[in-house]
């Protein structure tokens, strides 16, 4: 008796867990992954976040960054070859108009490198000029992408 009520009393946690605000956005879809030329992404870290290309092996160079966004304001490379826009500072991203058809991208937090990897953006032809936001949700080391079906989680699992 005793170990079925707690069953159900777990059961009901579980639950509560998995519709509650603290509950685990999705991964994104390849639609929401993908990109036109003359798209934006606009990036609002928290403070404690900040949006870095290049400087990892996991991570997208600067140089392949620069040939598919143009960004405002541009950031410089460090010696390292890791171009950090700073903490908690608003990065804005236009997709290039001459970005090669099927080229990918990814990024990462210049201060959570190794855990806050994110998955690729692709870059296709056609119609642009939708935005994409992505923001971090505070403390948590998570990039979040802002989309019509909610909020998608953008690190690599
Ligand atoms: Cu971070």
């Given at each position: 008796m005793?170990k079925s009520?707690?069953c159900v009393?777990g059961l009901?946690?579980?639950?509560a867990a998995?519709?509650g605000?603290l509950?685990?956005?999705?991964?994104?879809?390849?639609?929401d992954l993908?990109?036109?030329?003359?798209d934006?992404?606009t990036?609002?870290?928290?403070?404690t976040?900040?949006v870095q290309?290049g400087g990892?092996?996991d991570?997208?160079t600067?140089t392949a960054?620069?040939?598919?966004?143009t960004l405002?304001?541009?950031?410089?490379?460090?010696?390292?070859?890791?171009?950090?826009a700073?903490?908690?500072?608003?990065?804005?991203a236009t997709?290039?108009?001459?970005a090669?058809?099927?080229?990918?991208?990814n990024f990462?937090?210049?201060?959570?490198?190794?855990?806050?990897?994110?998955?690729?953006?692709?870059?296709?032809a056609?119609?642009?000029g939708?935005s994409?936001?992505?923001t971090?949700?505070?403390?948590?080391?998570?990039?979040?992408l802002?989309?019509?079906t909610g909020?998608?989680n953008?690190?690599?699992?």
């Amino acid at each position: 008796m005793q170990k079925s009520l707690l069953c159900v009393i777990g059961l009901f946690g579980l639950l509560a867990a998995s519709s509650g605000p603290l509950s685990a956005q999705p991964a994104p879809t390849p639609a929401d992954l993908t990109l036109h030329p003359g798209d934006t992404i606009t990036w609002t870290p928290t403070s404690t976040h900040g949006v870095q290309f290049g400087g990892r092996t996991d991570v997208t160079t600067f140089t392949a960054i620069q040939g598919l966004l143009t960004l405002d304001p541009p950031p410089t490379a460090n010696a390292q070859g890791a171009a950090q826009a700073g903490l908690g500072k608003t990065l804005k991203a236009t997709v290039k108009s001459d970005a090669v058809a099927g080229s990918t991208f990814n990024f990462t937090c210049q201060a959570h490198p190794s855990d806050m990897v994110t998955v690729q953006f692709k870059i296709e032809a056609g119609a642009g000029g939708q935005s994409h936001d992505i923001t971090t949700p505070g403390a948590t080391k998570k990039w979040i992408l802002k989309t019509a079906t909610g909020d998608k989680n953008l690190n690599k699992p």
